[in-house]
C-alpha cells in the first residue's frame, strides 16, 4: 500500500519524502530499503534510530533500539554503497550526514557546526516549517507533539493562524538563539567541543531530560565528542572526493 502511495505520487510529479528508523531487526536491510525507496521514485530519504517512545517500550521493544554509536557505524558503512550505488535521491540521516542528489558535489553534517555563533537558531529547521497538530495548535515540529511545551502553544482556533506565528509562545521557541540556550545550560556552555557542536534538536533532548527544554541531546553529544563529523570528512575525501563539505565552506 505505501509502496504503490509512493510510486504513484511520484509518477504523478510529487516530491516524496521517506521516512525509515532503524532498529535491531531491520538495521540489515539499510542499503535495500534505500535502493528500493529510490526505485519506486522517493525523492529524499531519510533515515534515523528509534525514539523511545510509550508505545514502543511498552511492547518490550526498548532492547531492540539501537545505541548511538551502532547507529552511526552502520551509516558511516553504509555510506560508501550509497555513492557505488548512484541513486537518483537525497539521503538525511538525522544530525549525521545530508547529501542532495541535486548539489552532487556538496554534503551538509547538520549536527556539525564549525560555523556556530552566538546568534544563530536553536532550531533551525522551525525557520521553514511548521506543525499543526489535529486539535489546531500551532507547534515547530511533529516530535514536540506531547512534550512539555505543547500545552503552552497557540491554537489556531483561538488566535488565528497569523496570531499564531506572529506574537506568541511558539516565536518564542522558534527565535531561540545558541545564547539563550547556553546561558542555560552549564554543561555545553563549558565545553571544549561547544564551538563545533549545533547544541542539538530539542526534541532530541527532551526524550531524555522531558522536564528541561534546554537539556542536553545526548544522542549530539555521542555524536560530537565520538569525533563522527572528522571521520566522516575522512571518509567522504576516499570514496567522493570532489564533494565539498558545505560547513567547511560556512566556517567563519
Ligand atoms: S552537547 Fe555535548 S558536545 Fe555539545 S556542547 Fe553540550 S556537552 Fe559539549
Ligand atoms: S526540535 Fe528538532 S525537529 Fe523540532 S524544530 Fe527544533 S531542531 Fe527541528
Not at 516524496?16 to 521514485?41: F, P, W, Y
Not at 545558541?178 to 571544549?192: F, G, I, K, Q, S
Request: aromatic share 10%.
Amino acid at each position: 500500500m505505501t509502496e504503490r502511495a509512493i510510486k504513484l505520487c511520484s509518477d504523478n510529479g510529487f516530491n516524496v519524502i521517506a521516512d525509515m528508523c532503524l532498529h535491531k531487526h531491520n538495521q540489515h536491510t539499510l542499503r535495500e530499503s534505500v535502493n528500493h525507496l529510490a526505485s519506486l521514485g522517493a525523492y529524499f530519504v531519510r533515515i534515523g534510530g528509534i525514539h523511545n517512545t510509550e508505545s514502543w517500550k511498552e511492547n518490550n521493544e526498548a532492547e531492540n533500539s539501537l545505541t548511538f554509536e551502532e547507529l552511526f557505524t552502520l551509516y558511516y558503512d553504509y555510506l560508501p554503497h550509497f555513492f557505488e550505488d548512484n541513486l537518483p535521491v537525497s539521503l538525511q540521516f538525522g544530525c549525521f550526514f545530508v547529501y542532495n542528489h541535486h548539489n552532487p558535489n556538496e554534503f551538509y553534517i547538520p549536527g556539525y557546526m564549525e560555523h556556530q555563533k552566538p546568534n544563530d537558531c536553536i532550531c533551525g529547521c522551525a525557520r521553514t516549517n511548521i506543525y499543526i497538530t489535529p486539535e489546531g495548535r500551532v507547534l515547530p515540529c511533529m516530535p514536540m507533539a506531547g512534550t512539555i511545551v505543547h500545552d503552552k502553544m497557540p491554537l489556531i482556533q483561538e488566535k488565528g493562524l497569523a496570531e499564531c506565528i506572529n506574537n506568541s509562545f511558539w516565536l518564542n521557541i522558534v527565535n531561540l538563539r545558541v545564547r539563550d540556550y547556553l546561558a542555560a545550560n552549564d554543561e555545553c556552555r563549558n565545553c571544549e567541543y561547544q564551538e563545533k557542536c549545533s547544541v542539538g534538536c530539542r526534541a532530541d533532548a527532551l526524550e531524555t531530560y522531558p522536564d528541561n527544554y534546554m537539556g542536553k541531546s545526548p544522542i549530539l553529544c555521542t555524536f560530537i565528542k565520538g569525533g563522527w563529523p572528522e571521520k566522516i570528512i575522512s571518509l567522504m575525501k576516499k570514496i567522493k572526493p570532489e564533494a565539498e563539505c558545505i560547513n567547511l565552506k560556512l566556517k567563519g
